[in-house]
């Protein structure tokens, strides 16, 4: 093993993999002044063992793991996509272990059900959630009457929002029960409440919404409020989704 591989990370890597945001956004709090390491204020281009040093941002210690997580976590409707909330609510860290610390990947609202992934690898988060990379998200909506087939058609060639033009990569009636169906939507941005407002536009009222699927992940029959960890599979299918090696080499020279 050479010697330039078997020098620790950079540390806006470390802070990346600890779920504090892509390598870029770590660099900048570095640039800021922010980052401490054992204690002495970090510069780009300084290193840290994961396992050994004692890095902080703006004073507080960062749980940093040098072995990704990676948890499917099946959120319950009323649980808050957030790492703490003032109003005490229950939100998703309260259903999956506390440590390593892991971060939940883009967000479900409130009253959405479903599929949401939880880790500390802050590079795969970033690139899951950007709309740049197109990864598709797929919602199984419960719906007050059975919408037309001109409504879904509409959904997929393209509505206005309040926030602009957007559209639903697939949309399909899956089943139906009186005056009730079920339709499947999916969409490759994430915009906040994207799928409601998507089928408001075609005056389709939801009455329940769940994702079940993101990218290569599905969730199942897992129950509500279970979580489980990712396969290697898993794992590897999500990195190939957003042009990321699973097995990336040791940080060189920058």
Known sequence: MSTE???????QKVLAGAGLGSRRSCEELIVQGRVTVDGEVATLGDRADPRRSVIAVDGERVATHPEGVHWMLNKPYGVVTTADDPEGRPTV???VPPTPRTFPVGRLDRDTEGLLLLTNDGELA???AHPRYEV???YLARTRGVPSKKAMARLTEGVT???GPARAARAQVVGRTGDEALVEVTVTEGRNREVRRL???VDVHVTRL???RLGPLELGDMKQG??????AGEVGALHAAVGLDEQQPTEGPA
Request: hydrophobic content about 30%; overall charge positive.
């Open 136 to 138: 598709p998200k797929t």
């Open 199 to 201: 089928l408001g536009a």
């Open 5 to 11: 591989t078997a020098r620790p990370p950079r540390v």
């Open 93 to 95: 860290l309260d259903y």
């Open 226 to 231: 279970k979580h489980r960890p990712l396969t």
């Open 126 to 128: 970033n690139r899951l």
């Open 161 to 163: 929002l309040t926030d």
């Open 210 to 212: 769940a994702r079940i």
